[in-house]
Every structure is written in C-alpha cells, then in structure tokens.
Nanobody, 115 residues
Framework: QVQLVESGGGLVQAGGSLRLSCAASRGSFEFNTIGWYRQAPGKQRDMVAI???????NYIDSVKGRFTISRDNAQSTVYLQMNSLKPEDTAVYYC?????????WGQGTQVTVSS
C-alpha cells in the first residue's frame, strides 16, 4: 500500500510562486513514476508533471519553463515548484504514484491564483 499526502497549496496572486510537497509512505525511487495532476472545476484531471524512477521528467506544455518537479529520495518527498503562476493554473493538485502498476492518489491540495 502507498499513502500520499500533499501540502503547500494556497492563494497567490498572478505572477507569484508556490511549492507543493507530496510525502510518500515509500521511497520515491520505488515508483515507476510519481508526479502531479490537476483538476479545475468542470474539467478533467490532467497530468502536470511527472518524474520516473530514472529521473526523467515530463511536463504538460502549458507549464514548461514555469514549473519544476523534483524529488528528495532520502525523505520520500516529491516537490512541484510553481513560478509565474497564472489564473488558469487554479485547480486542485493531486499527487499520483505508479507503484508496481497500481495507481495511488493523494487527497489533493487547492491552488488558487488571483488575477
């Protein structure tokens, strides 16, 4: 079993920054992939950024150059540094992990960007 706990969401003005954290109950190196998804009201849940066991990263086009995913294997934590935030980044952000082919989700953290 895997537990994922997100933190770091909040309200920020456009152009500001936030850092999200996802604390995993297992070492982040154990996951095929671990990363972040987001879901805005009335929209589907989309991948934002993921990092693989090998360390390769993948980002949705709309956040490239603004968001950075990283991990701290020693503390089993994955981070999402979000800079130059835009109102369209407003959503609930979920941590997701693929562990031996099974998907696990955190409870989500709200990010609201005001214009």
């Amino acid at each position: 079993q895997v537990q994922l706990v997100e933190s770091g969401g909040g309200l920020v003005q456009a152009g500001g920054s936030l850092r999200l954290s996802c604390a995993a109950s297992r070492g982040s190196f154990e996951f095929n992939t671990i990363g972040w998804y987001r879901q805005a009201p009335g929209k589907q849940r989309d991948m934002v950024a993921i990092i693989s066991r090998s360390g390769s990263t993948n980002y949705i086009d709309s956040v490239k150059g603004r968001f950075t995913i990283s991990r701290d294997n020693a503390q089993s934590t994955v981070y999402l540094q979000m800079n130059s935030l835009k109102p369209e980044d407003t959503a609930v952000y979920y941590c997701n992990a693929d562990w031996f082919g099974k998907n696990y989700w955190g409870q989500g953290t709200q990010v609201t960007v005001s214009s």
